[in-house]
C-alpha cells in the first residue's frame, strides 16, 4: 500500500515520468494494433526499421551472426504471422525470385553460398564453366545433393554469336559431360557467357536460354553493401538476379540478402521452379530475361 501511494507521488510531482509512462503505454496500445493489420503502414516501418538496421550496423562492423539470428526470428515470424505451414512450402500465389550464379563454381564463394540457401530455406541456380567444373566436381555434387539446380555457361566463356554449329555444340556437351559425371543427370538450362545471343544461336541450342532482369554488378562492385541495396531496392516479383559465386563479396551479400528477401515475403527458389510454380515452364529455342506469371494479375 505505501509502495503504491508513493509512486503516486513520485508521479505527481515529476510529471516527465508521467508523460514517458503515458508514451510507454501508448506505443504499447500502437504496436499490438499493427499486429492485427496486415500490411500498415506502421508495420511496415517498423520493418524497414529493422531492414536498415541489419544494412547499416550488420555490415559496416561485419557481424554475420547478428543478422543470422535476425534472419531466423523474422523468418520464424512471417511463418506464425502469414500462416505458412512449412519454411520450404512454395505458394504460386506468392511472389517469388531466383537468384542466379554464374562462372563457378568456387571454393571463395560456393560453399559459402550454399551453407546459406540451406539456412534459409531457399535454392538458386549455378550456372557452371568448364574450367571450375573440372576443377571441383565436389562443388557439383553438393550443388545438386542440396536440390538447387546447374545450368551450363559453357566450357571456355566465350561469346557463342561468334562460333561455328560445331564449336557451339561442343561448348555446352563439354560441361554437360562434367555435370552428368559428377552428380549423374546434365544441365536443365543455359545461360550463354555475356548473355549474348541471336536467333539462329537460339535455334542451335537444344535447352531454354535463361538471361537475367536484374545486374547486381558484383564482379565490378566487389562490395557486399552494394549488392545488398541494389537487390533491396530493385527487386520484384518474378525477377532472375545475377550474382557471381567467385567473390567472397557475393557470398557475404548473398547471407544477408536472404533474410531480407524472405522477410519481404519473397520465395527464393531455381528459374525452372520459379517458371513452373507461375505456370510457365521453360522451353527450349526459347530466352527468358524475367518470368512473369499468374502473381499480381
Ligand atoms: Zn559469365
Request: hydrophobic fraction near 40%; aromatic fraction near 10%.
Amino acid at each position: 500500500m505505501k509502495i503504491k501511494t508513493n509512486i503516486y507521488f513520485f508521479l505527481k510531482e515529476h510529471p516527465l515520468a508521467l508523460y514517458i509512462c503515458y508514451i510507454l503505454v501508448v506505443s504499447v496500445f500502437c504496436i499490438a494494433l499493427a499486429q492485427l493489420s496486415h500490411g500498415s503502414s506502421f508495420r511496415i516501418w517498423v520493418y524497414q526499421l529493422f531492414h536498415d538496421e541489419i544494412m547499416e550496423k550488420g555490415i559496416e562492423y561485419g557481424e554475420v551472426e547478428k543478422s543470422q539470428r535476425y534472419g531466423n526470428l523474422l523468418t520464424k515470424y512471417r511463418l506464425v504471422e502469414f500462416g505458412d505451414t512449412s519454411p520450404e512450402r512454395i505458394n504460386p500465389q506468392a511472389p517469388m525470385i531466383a537468384l542466379t550464379f554464374d562462372d563457378g563454381p568456387s571454393t571463395q564463394a560456393t560453399k559459402r553460398i550454399l551453407d546459406a540457401l540451406e539456412r534459409y530455406h531457399a535454392k538458386a541456380t549455378f550456372f557452371v564453366v568448364g574450367s571450375n567444373s573440372k576443377r571441383y566436381p565436389e562443388l557439383l555434387q553438393e550443388i545438386a545433393a542440396s536440390g538447387n539446380e546447374i545450368g551450363n555457361h559453357t566450357d571456355e566463356h566465350k561469346d557463342l554469336t561468334t562460333l561455328s554449329k560445331a564449336d557451339v555444340q561442343e561448348q555446352i556437351e563439354n560441361v554437360d559431360f562434367l555435370v552428368q559425371e559428377a552428380t549423374g543427370a546434365k544441365t536443365t538450362v543455359i545461360r550463354p557467357p555475356y548473355g549474348a545471343y541471336d536467333k539462329k544461336l537460339l535455334k542451335r541450342l537444344e535447352a531454354p536460354v535463361v538471361l537475367w532482369d536484374l545486374d547486381t554488378e558484383d564482379w565490378e562492385s566487389r562490395n557486399a553493401h552494394f549488392i545488398v541495396q541494389k537487390v533491396m531496392t530493385q527487386v520484384k516479383d518474378g525477377d532472375i538476379i545475377l550474382l557471381h559465386d567467385i567473390y567472397e563479396s557475393t557470398a557475404e551479400a548473398v547471407e544477408w540478402l536472404l533474410p531480407m528477401l524472405r522477410e519481404q515475403g519473397y520465395q527464393i527458389v531455381t528459374v525452372s521452379e520459379m517458371a513452373h510454380y507461375k505456370g510457365k515452364d521453360l522451353e527450349k529455342h526459347k530466352a527468358y530475361g524475367e518470368i512473369e506469371g499468374i502473381t499480381g494479375q
